[in-house]
């Protein structure tokens, strides 16, 4: 069902409103794949906070179950919500409620939301499969074709190993904003808008542009 179809639920136009813009926000938080490595636990974590689910348990197939900090206490949980792409079941979310279980609505938004994020987890694992199968050696010739400065490789190869805007900062001595700033400039020169996009470049799936198309480098 799409925004508009959930909007149609809510009789009271002013609610109507209001729905539409926090289904938008989900929408836009579960689109958020980077860190790719992190999806499955950020995801998880946003579906429970809709329903005020205080534990939750991942789990899907071939793939290590994922919890919340607060283990599972009921050896039932209060709802288990199967994952779907399509027809294909890709895992199961356990949800534990404290009161009642969603229903009416607020159950629909809750399905409506888990489709989105088992797309997601679709998509990130596919983007982390890409990078571990590449090997290392072909990253970094990937990264010596790119226009990049040597701190600017720095940055992309801590950003293909799964690294967090905060890691890299750590890593490099730089602070989170001059980070930014440096992706910034990242995707301007290898002409990607997203740290996903950026992500498949190094994984191969596209071609790097050419080293005399880029400006001078920014001393470091």
């Known amino acids: 069902?799409?925004?508009?179809?959930?909007?149609?639920?809510?009789?009271?136009?002013?609610?109507?409103?209001?729905?539409?813009?926090?289904?938008?926000?989900?929408?836009?938080?579960?689109?958020?794949l980077d860190p790719v490595r992190t999806y499955p636990q950020r995801g998880a974590t946003l579906l429970a906070g809709l329903v005020g689910a205080h534990s939750f348990r991942l789990e899907r197939p071939e793939v290590d179950s994922l919890s919340s900090e607060a283990a599972l206490t009921a050896s039932e949980p209060t709802i288990s919500l199967p994952l779907r792409r399509g027809r294909t079941a890709v895992g199961t979310l356990h949800l534990e409620i404290v009161g009642d279980a969603p229903v009416g609505k607020e159950l629909e938004v809750l399905k409506w939301a888990s489709r989105i994020y088992a797309r997601g987890l679709g998509c990130a694992d596919r983007l982390v499969d890409e990078g571990s199968r590449r090997p290392g050696e072909a990253v970094e010739q990937t990264l010596r074709r790119a226009p990049l400065t040597p701190r600017e490789r720095d940055v992309v190869s801590l950003l293909v190993a799964g690294s967090s805007t905060r890691d890299i900062a750590s890593e490099t001595g730089l602070t989170v904003s001059t980070v930014n700033t440096y992706l910034k400039r990242i995707f301007s020169k290898l002409g990607v808008h997203s740290r996903v996009e950026l992500i498949a470049r190094m994984a191969g799936t596209a071609t790097i542009p050419p080293r005399a198309s880029y400006e001078a480098p920014h001393p470091d």
Do not use: N
Not at 4 to 32: C, N, P, R, W, Y
């Open 1 to 32: 069902m799409t925004l508009i179809g959930f909007s149609s639920l809510i009789e009271d136009q002013d609610t109507a409103v209001t729905t539409s813009e926090k289904l938008m926000d989900i929408a836009e938080h579960l689109a958020e």
